[in-house]
């Protein structure tokens, strides 16, 4: 297991010949620790793949740093798993072969990367699939062979950018079970960004509210609710009411911003 420490981190692009640097965020800090579940969550455009993408080691921080375990990430490693909103399978391979695939560079003996891939297909509920193609695949499946991939290759830190935002709300849903049950019984540390606040508010354990137009971090919640935890509870009401309230505040000002005058929002 492993923690990861954002500290004082800036991301500046810095645009083509004609546009100046754009900075998305800055001064950024936020402490995961080994084990949490912290999700992400803030309106299109704030910050939120491109931070998961330097703690991912895709993309590289302009200033400040990013520890795992107090190791500095500069690339991507296997200690870091991601799942992106698309699975991205390889068409020409199997379920079984495409979970296969990423165990490559993990020098294990055959057996032992059949073993991995099984068990991980089936702790996810496609055991059934293994030697289907991917295009026989609904996309709540689909979603969940990339899961399956990622932690075949056993990371400490699993990196989830939205994953379930192509999903309908059933598939969604029995897919939030899924990874909370995995969760418990991995006891991964889990960055998670959605712009869905329901689902923020069900899976973690904080969750760090993020702003835009500069991009940083708002606000960070605790989540004290009893799991499983149900969106009728009235503790859960009274947070997602409070997270909206900000959510709705920094979105306005992104379309009055965007619309000028033409914005008819409060
Ligand atoms: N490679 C890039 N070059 C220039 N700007 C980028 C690049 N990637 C992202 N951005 C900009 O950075 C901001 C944050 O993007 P992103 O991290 O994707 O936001 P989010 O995931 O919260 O929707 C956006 O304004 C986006 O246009
Ligand atoms: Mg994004």
């Known amino acids: 297991m492993a923690d990861v420490d954002i500290v004082n981190v800036e991301k500046t692009f810095s645009g083509g010949k004609e546009d100046s640097p754009f900075t998305v965020f800055q001064d950024v800090n936020l402490s995961v620790d080994s084990g949490e579940f912290v999700s992400l969550l803030g309106p299109s455009g704030c910050g939120k793949s491109t931070l998961l993408n330097i703690v ?40 079984k072969e495409n979970v296969k695939f990423g165990l490559k560079k993990h020098k294990l003996s055959k057996e032992e990367a059949e073993d991995r891939a099984v068990h991980f297909l089936k702790l996810v509920h496609l055991g059934k699939f293994m030697n289907a193609f991917p295009h026989e695949l609904s996309g709540g499946m689909k979603q969940r062979v990339a899961i399956a991939r990622a932690l075949a290759m056993n990371p400490d830190v699993l990196l989830m950018d939205e994953p379930f935002g192509a999903l309908d709300e059933q598939t969604r849903s029995m897919l939030h079970e899924e990874v909370q049950s995995i969760w418990e019984e991995t006891k ?11 689902e923020a508010i069900l899976l973690s354990d904080r969750i760090v509210l993020m ?34 309230d900000q959510l709705k505040g920094e979105i306005h000002k992104v379309m009055r911003e965007e619309m000028g005058d033409g914005y008819g929002g409060a």
């Open 188 to 198: 991964k540390t889990i960055l998670f960004v959605t712009h869905n606040i329901r």
């Open 211 to 244: 702003g835009t137009r500069p991009g940083r971090i708002m606000e960070v919640f605790d989540v004290n609710i009893e799991r499983p935890r149900k969106t009728s509870d009235p503790d859960f009401i009274t947070l997602e009411e409070r997270i909206n």
């Open 56 to 95: 991912a080691g895709l993309d590289e921080a302009t200033a400040g740093k990013v520890t795992s375990d107090d190791k500095a990430i500069v690339k991507p490693g296997p200690d870091r798993g991601v799942v992106f909103q698309e699975p991205a399978l390889m068409p020409w391979l199997n379920v």
